[in-house]
């Protein structure tokens, strides 16, 4: 079985700047979400999909990042402009389902620097 | 919303020893608690879990133990190996039927396990 993709593995950026990463989730998986880890810390939530509606974006700085899923598969995650502090590793994970105890599966992420 | 501790950051542990992992959370909807392991430049992979259903869980030399009344919930790794040196996260979620707004599964801060020979 295939699991998260997720790309670029790596960016570098100025400050200021915008960038953009993209997810494809584990084929069937209704649920997909948007994590933050920063380095030497666990991964933070940022948005929760169930197929192409937003169920919890209530960590996600709206004022510079977005995310969407429009056909309910892969989403992009974009932020705009990026500050020094966005420098982190920006984790995609996949589960079947949002009301269950299922497994959320990890993609490996990309590794995002703000110059 | 939910706060999850773990104890210890680092662990030093020599070759076939056996290494504990404590975490406790706040919120007493979390039904569900799964344990990460993630190399170092690696996503987070799933070692085991375990449902609010059920006080002990074992898989070879892994187990988890989980209290309920307590809030308790501790990783146990027996017969240590090289290849177990990682860092290993708890997490605790209350599921989107609970919230009614998703999935919510909050991480702790990580334990870096070494295993030496």
């Known amino acids: 079985e295939a699991g998260v993709a997720q790309s670029p593995r790596y960016k570098i950026i100025e400050k200021r700047q915008s960038v953009a990463f993209w997810c494809n989730p584990i084929?069937?998986?209704?649920?997909l979400y948007w994590y933050q880890q920063i380095l030497g810390q666990g991964p933070k939530l940022l948005i929760q999909?169930?197929?192409?509606?937003?169920?919890?974006d209530s960590q996600l700085p709206k004022d510079r990042f977005s995310a969407e899923r429009l056909k309910g598969v892969d989403s992009t995650l974009k932020i705009q402009p990026a500050k020094l502090e966005d420098s982190a590793v920006y984790l995609c994970?996949?589960?079947?389902?949002?009301?269950?105890?299922?497994?959320?599966?990890f993609g490996p992420g990309t590794r995002l620097t703000v110059l | 919303g939910e706060n999850v501790e773990q104890h210890p950051s680092t662990l030093s542990v020599q070759e076939g020893d056996s290494a504990v992992i404590k975490c406790t959370y706040s919120?007493?909807?979390?039904?569900?608690f799964p344990w990460y392991k993630q190399e170092l430049g690696k996503r987070p992979q799933l070692i085991i879990d375990i449902r609010s259903n059920v006080g002990e869980k074992k898989d070879q030399r892994i187990a988890v133990t989980l209290n309920k009344t307590a809030k308790h919930f501790s990783l146990h790794i027996t017969e240590t190996q090289p290849e177990d040196s990682a860092v290993y996260f708890c997490a605790a979620q209350v599921t989107g039927i609970l919230t009614g707004g998703g999935n919510k599964l909050t991480f702790g801060t990580g334990t870096q396990l070494k295993v030496e020979l």
């Open positions: 994970a996949s589960s079947v389902d949002h009301t269950s105890t299922d497994t959320q599966y």
């Open positions: 919120d007493s909807a979390s039904n569900y």
């Open positions: 084929s069937g998986h209704a649920t």
């Open positions: 999909f169930q197929n192409n509606g937003v169920v919890d």
